[in-house]
């Protein structure tokens, strides 16, 4: 099986599980690959990761919302780094990616109704070595619902 394949049947396994089990807290252990421990990816509520940018507190955000999604917006999280989703494996090797330690706090985000771009993001960088990966629950939505810290994202974004 292709890698591109296998990344796609990962991807729809993936979310239909989240669909399934949208509502508990982690990953369902039932997802995890040999390579990929997922039970280590949790989910972070828009409040707790509101008070932790208040608090600057050491963490990457990834913002991996659609070009729609992203383009339909004037901004991202505070500090948010924004990536396409099929690009986030081969950005790895660049900064500013590159440069962040792998036991460090992660979060990833998207507009997805079920998180289900935060969720693939999560497993890319588990694999590649991150530990201590969380994904917004809510997403873009929830992160505006309860007013979160906000920047303007790049011009000519």
């Known amino acids: 099986m292709t890698s591109r394949k296998w990344a796609l049947w990962m991807f729809l396994l993936v979310s239909s599980y989240v669909m399934a089990d949208g509502a508990a807290g982690r990953v369902p252990a039932s997802i995890q690959t040999d390579q990929t421990n997922s039970s280590n990816a949790e989910f972070i ?75 693939h993001a999560a497993q890319i960088l588990l694999h590649a070595g991150f530990k201590r990966v969380r994904i917004l629950k809510g997403g873009w939505r929830m992160w505006l619902k309860v007013n979160g810290q906000l920047e303007p994202k790049p011009k000519g974004m």
């Open 45 to 119: 509520t828009a409040e707790e990761l509101k008070a932790k940018v208040a608090r600057n507190e050491p963490l990457t955000i990834i913002d991996v919302r659609d070009t729609s999604s992203y383009v339909e917006s004037d901004n991202k999280i505070k500090g948010a780094i924004h990536l396409k989703l099929r690009r986030l494996q081969y950005r790895l090797s660049f900064p500013p990616l590159k440069d962040v330690p792998r036991g460090s706090d992660v979060v990833t985000y998207c507009a997805c109704p079920n998180d289900e771009s935060s969720l």
